[in-house]
């Protein structure tokens, strides 16, 4: 790791130290790295809500379960209307996690 051994004294308003740290923990990061980020010009994002990760997690089942009926249906060369008719449904779900997410009713 490289050694730090160069301090930089900046002085900020009241309003701008509060600035800069609320953007800082919007991406999930202190002052310091966030400043540093900055600097070298690296890519900066927000951290993604906590409820974002849950809605994958939810997701990732969803598309797991479907890849299952699929390969049911491609090994037995054909798929009931019932499979069908629970696949459609688990996408219709995920596209009301989605929805629900977008508005903000996680």
Do not use: W
């Not at 890519?43 to 598309?63: H, K, M, S, T």
């Not at 390969?71 to 696949?87: G, L, P, R, T």
């Amino acid at each position: 790791m490289q050694e730090r051994n160069n301090a930089v004294l900046i002085r900020l308003t009241e309003k701008e130290k509060i600035h800069l740290k609320k953007s800082a923990v919007r991406c999930g990061l202190k002052m310091e790295p966030f400043i540093r980020k900055l600097i070298t010009e690296k890519e900066i994002r927000p951290r993604p809500p906590d409820e974002y990760l849950q809605l994958i997690r939810e997701i990732n089942a969803v598309g797991n379960n479907i890849n299952q009926i699929a390969h049911i249906a491609n090994a037995e060369q054909h798929i009931s209307s019932s499979k069908i008719e629970e696949a459609v449904k688990m996408v219709d779900d995920i596209m009301d996690m989605v929805r629900r997410f977008e508005r903000g009713n996680h």
